[in-house]
């Protein structure tokens, strides 16, 4: 419980210092202050009661990362930023989900999650990263089986992890 806390306070950390960061690299001072918004959208998710304030969140971060793009912004740290927004939303998300959970069956859920949620941001970072830093032009005829290649690997390995 307290890593899946810790990860959530850092991801809120990184999604708004990404943000404010990007913002502020564009010269948008305004919207880099209204990067700060989500954040405390997400703070105040915490309660079960307010739990649809961190979708709510989560499509703000995506819609100032993409007006950040727009605007000229660094894409690297639009794109983490939104990365770490989603990341913090399955983490408040999944708090949610398994508050009424047995504590021994709730630890070994947290640590499924947190396998698979690790697994599948550090891979899509990966592949964004190599998008940013490498230019190739490749037909959609060769992407799209390569895309189906990867994502039966990823499949395979969230299976191994959960068998194990």
Request: hydrophobic letters at 60%; aromatic letters at 6%; a positive charge.
């Amino acid at each position: 419980m307290a890593l899946r806390k810790a990860l959530f306070y850092l991801c809120l950390s990184i999604f708004s210092l990404c943000l404010v960061a990007g913002f502020g690299a564009a010269g948008q001072w305004l919207l880099a202050l209204a990067a700060l918004a989500p954040a405390s959208a997400m703070l105040l998710a915490q309660k079960p009661d307010r739990h649809w304030l961190s979708s709510v969140s989560l499509a703000a971060v995506v819609i100032l990362s993409a007006a950040g793009l727009l605007l000229g912004g660094p894409s690297l740290l639009m794109v983490l930023g939104s990365t770490a927004a989603l990341a913090a939303w399955d983490l408040l998300n999944f708090t949610h989900a398994i508050s009424g959970s047995l504590p021994d069956h709730a630890r070994q859920m947290e640590s499924a999650h947190l396998k698979s949620l690790a697994l599948a941001l550090g891979s899509a970072l990966m592949v964004i990263t190599i998008g940013l830093t490498i230019r190739l032009h490749v037909p959609f005829i060769v992407i799209f089986p390569l895309a189906l290649l990867v994502l039966f690997c990823l499949d395979r390995v969230l299976r191994e992890l959960k068998s194990n």
